[in-house]
């Protein structure tokens, strides 16, 4: 029902910041819970950080807590990830996630649509 499209991957390096956008259309934005997930080489897919539809309460994953902040703004149907501190671990393709819920969400099988994708590098 809502199709999303990530943006603004790329290269950095250690130490440097970046932020991810999430772009929404197909339907209303505010009423789905949001979610960045990434997927390193060789590695599972794993949560990052996760936000209520209303953007009330925000989540994070450990490796990322106090270095990533997630936010949204509904009336633009946009959701974002501002990277901070970036370090090469946190080099992978970060995706972004939606479920049609009231929740906020840390598995990637409570989530039903997804983006495509978008690779971010991080050099030392």
């Known amino acids: 029902q809502v199709q999303l499209v990530e943006s603004g991957g790329g290269s950095v390096q250690a130490g440097g910041s970046l932020r991810l956008s999430c772009a929404a259309s197909?339907?209303?934005?505010?009423?789905?819970?949001m979610g960045w997930f990434r997927q390193g080489p060789g590695k599972e897919r794993e949560y990052v950080a996760s936000?209520?539809?209303?953007?009330?309460?925000?989540f994070y994953a450990r490796s990322v807590k106090g270095r990533f902040t997630i936010s949204r703004d509904n009336a633009k149907n946009m959701g974002y990830l501002q990277m901070r501190s970036l370090a090469p671990d946190d080099t992978a393709v970060y995706y972004c996630?939606?479920?049609?819920?009231?929740?906020?969400?840390?598995?990637?099988?409570?989530?039903?649509?997804w983006g495509q994708g978008t690779q971010v590098t991080v050099s030392s």
């Open positions: 996630a939606a479920v049609f819920a009231s929740g906020a969400y840390r598995e990637p099988y409570e989530y039903r649509y």
């Open positions: 936000i209520t539809r209303s953007g009330e309460d925000t």
């Open positions: 197909g339907d209303t934005f505010s009423g789905y819970a």
